[in-house]
């Protein structure tokens, strides 16, 4: 449950649908540590790819 709540969080934050405090949320989980900005960068290059993917 906790991890589709996290995807839905950055799905949201990628599509600019962010509240503020989802967004200060995730601005300092990303400074936090440097692989979860590696974890969101692969998420947002792949997102093209997983949303046609889940089409079919």
Not at 9 to 24: I, S
Not at 30 to 50: A, D, I
């Amino acid at each position: 449950m906790k991890e589709q709540m996290q995807a839905n969080l950055f799905t949201k934050f990628l599509a600019g649908l962010c509240n503020k405090e989802e967004e200060v949320f995730l601005k300092n989980w990303l400074k936090n540590n440097p692989g979860n900005q590696m974890f969101l960068g692969f998420v947002q290059q792949n997102l093209p790819q997983l949303a046609s993917f889940s089409k079919n």
